[in-house]
């Protein structure tokens, strides 16, 4: 009776995390999915056919015979939606990249700094999350405008002679992203360098290797867990991005996030922008199967 009760609850903290993402993530994917292949209509909600239980399976299978994949087809000819996804795809990219440049230094001094500094620093990446992501957002605008916080201290230092147009435009959206996404980065890949001995690159020194040499054939490679964990947190989420290009690039600023917005709210076609956002979870799906194969790779090599 004991294994039979131990087994019953080893299956059920199992089937736990399975509930849960079968019913937050794979009942609304279906959901969305089936929008997507509607058709747009006016009225509440505003596409058609919507199933009806009660109509009977005869009623079921005809609603069913009207979907289709004329959304998708449509999307994929239409040049906004390609240019979106593709400047969505180029934007995260680039931010990706910087977010690395900037958090990897950060992470090396940490994970380099003495043991009773460790949980300060560590706390100060955290710090940022205690404020609204929105208000942190909303204050890079009063430093990043014509008269803002930026532009007077380098008029002030002499840098410049006129202030500098940087909100509204693609440097702002890069700067927005690279400051809000940097925790995702610096955690990863201080979890990574801080474990790693460093007996091996006083080997390495002790045979001959320069510091750089040293860091590029022992602490990169060993590091590569971390990056690969930080790129894929900051990728994915800066891809669909809605926040940052709408209050930092301004009206002009072509990414899929907003798109998407302006199809379910301004232009109300639940279809077209549930296909949208199908078409980009399956483009954010590949960064995923990649991830997941550079971890079990990591854990055989390990």
Partial sequence: MRRLLS???????????YLWLFVFFLVPFVIVFKISLSQTAIA??????????????????ENLRALSLENYLWLAGDPLYVNAYLSSLF???????????????????????PENLRPI????????????????????????????????????????????????????IYIGIVYSYLPFMVLPLYASLEKMDYSLIEAAED?????????????????????????????IPAVGEFVIPDLLGGPRTLMIGKTLWNEFFSNRDWPVSSAVAII??????????????AQARAREEG
């Fill in 7 to 17: 087994s019953i609850g080893s299956r059920l903290v199992i089937a736990v995390p």
């Fill in 44 to 61: 509440m909600p505003p596409y058609i056919p919507v199933f009806d239980l009660g109509s009977g399976i005869s009623g079921f299978l």
């Fill in 91 to 113: 934007i995260a990219g680039v931010s990706t990249f910087l977010t690395l440049l900037v958090g990897y230094p950060l992470a090396y001094g940490m994970a380099r700094a």
């Fill in 121 to 172: 620093l560590l706390m100060l990446v955290i710090l940022p999350f205690w404020t609204s992501f929105l208000i942190r957002v909303y204050a890079w605008i009063g430093i990043l405008k014509p008269e803002g916080l930026l532009n007077q201290f380098l008029l002030f230092l002499g840098v410049i002679d006129e202030p500098l147009i940087i909100l509204n435009t693609t440097t702002a």
């Fill in 207 to 235: 045979l001959g290797c320069t510091p750089l040499s040293a860091f590029w054939k022992i602490t990169f490679p060993l590091s590569r867990a971390g990056i690969v964990a930080g790129c894929m947190l900051v990728f």
């Fill in 280 to 293: 980009l979870l399956l483009i954010l799906v590949l960064p995923i199967v990649y991830f997941q194969r």
